[in-house]
């Protein structure tokens, strides 16, 4: 499995995984992880580069503040609690890679990210994602 698909997979988890305060009281990010790959659309977790999901999820998480923080900042009349979760998991994957992970350049995670948004969500999601991730990029420069 590519990056692509496991990128793919990491926003399912942590969009999954943002419903689910149970599942956080009762298992530890990596059990939740294991959990939630284990039977993964029929793929068996070896087919998955686990080392990039855990990076990134540790990461969002590590660091959801800031990267909240910076979604907020360059959102017109929208708060995260406002916006779809799934919007907001892909938002996040892509905010933490443009951030934080030099081997993943700027426009792969915003190219990325805009056809997740555009496979996931509203119509006009694309549009959307790229313009958060367009002020971000731009203000990072």
Known sequence: MGRRETR??????IFSDDF??????????????DNFF????GCEKKDIDMVYVKKVVDGTIEHSEEIDKLIKEHTENWSPERMA???????????????????????????????L?????????GT???????GIYRSNK
């Open 117 to 125: 948004a555009k496979k996931y969500s509203h119509e006009d999601a």
């Open 8 to 13: 793919d997979a990491t926003v399912k988890f």
């Open 85 to 115: 979760k799934i919007d907001m998991a892909i938002l996040r994957v892509a905010v933490y890679e443009m951030l934080y992970m030099e081997d993943v350049p700027e426009s792969v995670s915003i190219n990325e990210a805009i056809e």
């Open 20 to 33: 689910s305060q149970v599942r956080k009281d009762m298992e530890t990010l990596e059990e939740r992880i």
């Open 38 to 41: 284990r039977d993964y659309d």
């Open 128 to 134: 959307f994602v790229n313009g958060i991730l367009g």
